[in-house]
C-alpha cells in the first residue's frame, strides 16, 4: 500500500496532523484505527513545542515514512478480499481464473 495521495505536499504540522488522520481511516478495523489515531495524538502533543524549522521538517518527513510502513504492515496482515470467479450458475469460489470450479 503505497502513501495516500498528497504526502509529497505536507510541508507544516497541522498538513501532518490531517494526513496521518486520514491514514488511520484507510486500516481496516476499527480498534486498528482507535490505536493509531491515539498516537497520533500523543505524538503531536509530545512535540507541540517544537520551533525549530530544520526539526519539525525531519519529524514530517520521518512521520510520513512511518504512516507508510505501518499501511504496509498492516495490509500484508489484512489482505485485500477475494474476487469472485464470475462464475453464471452461483459459483461461491474465489480466487482462481476460468470457469467455476466444482463444487463437493
Known amino acids: 500500500m503505497a502513501p495516500l495521495p498528497g504526502a509529497e505536499l505536507v510541508q507544516r504540522p ?3 496532523y490531517r494526513y496521518l488522520l486520514r491514514c488511520c481511516r484507510q486500516l ?24 525549530n524549522p530544520e526539526r519539525i521538517q525531519q519529524i514530517i518527513k520521518r512521520a510520513i515514512e ?11 496482515w489484512f489482505p485485500a478480499p477475494p474476487v469472485s470467479c464470475g462464475g453464471d ?7 482462481h ?4 470450479l466444482p463444487h463437493s
Not at 35 to 49: E, G, I, L, N, P
Not at 66 to 76: L, P
Not at 97 to 100: R, S, T, V
Open 97 to 100: 481464473q476460468g470457469p467455476p
Open 14 to 16: 497541522l498538513q501532518l
Open 89 to 95: 450458475n452461483g459459483c461461491d469460489c474465489y480466487g
Open 28 to 51: 481496516p478495523t476499527k480498534g486498528i484505527q482507535e490505536h493509531y489515531k491515539h498516537a497520533v495524538r500523543q505524538s503531536f502533543r509530545v512535540h507541540a513545542d517544537e520551533d
Open 66 to 76: 512511518d504512516a507508510d510502513w505501518i499501511m504496509n504492515k498492516v495490509s500484508a
